[in-house]
Protein backbone atom coordinates (compact mmCIF):
# COMPACT_ATOMS: atom_id res chain seq x y z
CA UNK A 1 0.00 0.00 0.00
CA UNK A 2 1.62 3.50 -1.38
CA UNK A 3 1.60 7.20 0.80
CA UNK A 4 -0.47 8.94 0.93
CA UNK A 5 0.67 12.75 -0.30
CA UNK A 6 -1.72 15.60 -0.72
CA UNK A 7 -0.63 19.08 -1.12
CA UNK A 8 -2.34 22.22 -0.80
CA UNK A 9 -1.35 25.44 -1.56
CA UNK A 10 -2.65 28.05 0.81
CA UNK A 11 -0.54 31.13 -0.56
CA UNK A 12 1.85 31.56 -3.31
CA UNK A 13 0.70 29.63 -6.32
CA UNK A 14 1.63 31.61 -10.01
CA UNK A 15 2.70 34.50 -8.20
CA UNK A 16 4.94 36.50 -6.49
CA UNK A 17 2.50 36.29 -3.23
CA UNK A 18 4.38 34.81 -0.01
CA UNK A 19 4.71 31.21 0.47
CA UNK A 20 2.53 28.78 2.50
CA UNK A 21 1.51 25.00 1.38
CA UNK A 22 -0.36 22.72 3.36
CA UNK A 23 1.73 19.22 2.88
CA UNK A 24 -0.33 15.62 4.25
CA UNK A 25 2.01 12.81 4.13
CA UNK A 26 -0.33 9.86 5.76
CA UNK A 27 -2.80 12.41 7.85
CA UNK A 28 0.69 13.99 9.20
CA UNK A 29 0.27 17.92 8.09
CA UNK A 30 3.09 20.12 7.24
CA UNK A 31 2.55 23.62 6.79
CA UNK A 32 5.92 24.33 4.16
CA UNK A 33 6.53 28.18 4.90
CA UNK A 34 4.00 30.59 6.67
CA UNK A 35 5.00 33.57 4.39
CA UNK A 36 3.23 37.10 4.27
CA UNK A 37 3.78 40.68 2.68
CA UNK A 38 5.53 43.63 3.56
CA UNK A 39 1.42 44.94 3.70
CA UNK A 40 0.61 42.14 6.96
CA UNK A 41 -2.75 42.36 5.61
CA UNK A 42 -4.53 39.56 8.04
CA UNK A 43 -7.26 38.92 4.77
CA UNK A 44 -3.82 37.17 2.77
CA UNK A 45 -3.97 34.44 5.41
CA UNK A 46 -7.52 33.42 5.84
CA UNK A 47 -6.72 30.44 3.71
CA UNK A 48 -4.27 29.81 6.62
CA UNK A 49 -7.11 30.36 9.67
CA UNK A 50 -8.54 27.34 7.84
CA UNK A 51 -6.17 24.83 8.74
CA UNK A 52 -3.83 26.02 11.18
CA UNK A 53 -5.39 23.99 14.11
CA UNK A 54 -5.23 20.84 12.06
CA UNK A 55 -0.98 21.42 11.02
CA UNK A 56 1.21 18.98 13.03
CA UNK A 57 5.05 20.64 12.07
CA UNK A 58 6.00 23.52 10.09
CA UNK A 59 9.13 23.23 7.91
CA UNK A 60 11.07 27.03 6.94
CA UNK A 61 12.68 27.05 4.31
CA UNK A 62 14.04 30.60 3.85
CA UNK A 63 14.58 33.68 6.63
CA UNK A 64 12.89 36.06 4.79
CA UNK A 65 9.44 37.81 4.75
CA UNK A 66 8.09 35.96 2.35
CA UNK A 67 8.89 32.59 3.84
CA UNK A 68 8.10 33.01 7.69
CA UNK A 69 6.63 36.41 8.19
CA UNK A 70 3.05 34.84 8.84
CA UNK A 71 4.36 32.89 11.41
CA UNK A 72 4.18 34.56 14.81
CA UNK A 73 0.49 36.24 14.13
CA UNK A 74 -0.22 32.46 13.27
CA UNK A 75 1.18 31.53 16.56
CA UNK A 76 -0.56 34.53 18.73
CA UNK A 77 -3.80 34.74 16.65
CA UNK A 78 -4.79 31.88 14.69
CA UNK A 79 -4.33 29.12 16.63
CA UNK A 80 -0.85 27.56 15.16
CA UNK A 81 1.00 25.45 18.02
CA UNK A 82 3.14 22.93 16.17
CA UNK A 83 6.63 22.88 16.22
CA UNK A 84 8.48 24.50 13.86
CA UNK A 85 11.39 23.25 12.17
CA UNK A 86 14.19 24.81 10.29
CA UNK A 87 18.29 25.43 10.04
CA UNK A 88 20.43 27.21 12.50
CA UNK A 89 20.65 30.31 9.82
CA UNK A 90 17.10 30.39 8.80
CA UNK A 91 16.39 30.48 12.80
CA UNK A 92 18.72 33.06 13.68
CA UNK A 93 17.93 35.32 10.45
CA UNK A 94 14.45 34.94 11.08
CA UNK A 95 14.42 36.16 13.97
CA UNK A 96 16.72 39.00 12.97
CA UNK A 97 13.91 39.86 9.81
CA UNK A 98 11.21 39.46 12.36
CA UNK A 99 12.60 41.77 14.99
CA UNK A 100 13.34 44.51 12.04
CA UNK A 101 9.95 44.44 11.02
CA UNK A 102 8.61 44.52 14.05
CA UNK A 103 10.55 47.41 15.21
CA UNK A 104 10.12 49.15 12.32
CA UNK A 105 6.21 48.70 12.39
CA UNK A 106 5.88 49.46 16.53
CA UNK A 107 3.48 46.27 16.15
CA UNK A 108 3.46 44.27 19.12
CA UNK A 109 3.66 40.41 18.32
CA UNK A 110 4.94 37.49 19.23
CA UNK A 111 8.48 36.43 17.58
CA UNK A 112 9.83 33.15 15.72
CA UNK A 113 9.97 30.32 17.96
CA UNK A 114 11.70 27.24 16.33
CA UNK A 115 12.42 23.96 17.30
CA UNK A 116 15.45 22.14 15.29
CA UNK A 117 15.50 18.75 14.91
CA UNK A 118 15.63 15.82 12.25
CA UNK A 119 12.61 13.52 12.77
CA UNK A 120 9.10 13.08 13.97
CA UNK A 121 6.27 10.83 13.72
CA UNK A 122 8.35 8.23 11.85
CA UNK A 123 8.79 11.02 8.81
CA UNK A 124 12.42 11.95 8.19
CA UNK A 125 12.90 15.40 7.50
CA UNK A 126 16.50 16.31 5.83
CA UNK A 127 17.36 19.97 5.29
CA UNK A 128 19.69 20.69 2.07
CA UNK A 129 21.26 23.84 0.58
CA UNK A 130 19.10 25.91 -1.36
CA UNK A 131 21.84 28.60 -2.53
CA UNK A 132 19.30 31.49 -2.53
CA UNK A 133 19.26 33.06 0.96
CA UNK A 134 21.80 32.46 3.43
CA UNK A 135 20.41 29.33 5.46
CA UNK A 136 18.12 28.85 2.92
CA UNK A 137 16.85 25.45 2.41
CA UNK A 138 15.55 22.16 0.16
CA UNK A 139 13.45 20.10 2.32
CA UNK A 140 12.95 16.60 1.74
CA UNK A 141 10.87 14.73 3.65
CA UNK A 142 10.87 10.72 3.83
CA UNK A 143 8.67 8.33 4.88
CA UNK A 144 8.49 4.66 3.73
CA UNK A 145 11.12 4.44 1.07
CA UNK A 146 8.98 7.52 -0.81
CA UNK A 147 10.39 11.12 -0.89
CA UNK A 148 8.78 14.60 -1.30
CA UNK A 149 10.89 17.53 -1.63
CA UNK A 150 9.83 20.80 -1.14
CA UNK A 151 12.39 23.50 -3.08
CA UNK A 152 11.51 27.01 -3.67
CA UNK A 153 13.41 30.02 -4.55
CA UNK A 154 16.81 27.98 -4.80
CA UNK A 155 19.41 28.72 -6.95
CA UNK A 156 22.19 25.49 -7.91
CA UNK A 157 24.11 27.57 -10.59
CA UNK A 158 27.64 26.68 -10.62
CA UNK A 159 29.56 29.92 -9.55
CA UNK A 160 33.37 30.68 -11.14
Known amino acids: ?84 YSTEPVYRLGLLTMYDHYLSRRVKEVLLICLVIDKGEGIVIAPHVAGHLLGGTVWKITKDGEDVVYAVDFNHRKER
Not at 20 to 25: H, N
Not at 53 to 63: C, E, G, Q, Y
Open 1 to 84: MGTSVQVTPLCGVYSENPLCYLLSIDGFNFLMDCGWNDHFDPNLLQPLSRVSTKVDAVLLSHPDVLHLGALPYAMKHLGLTAPV
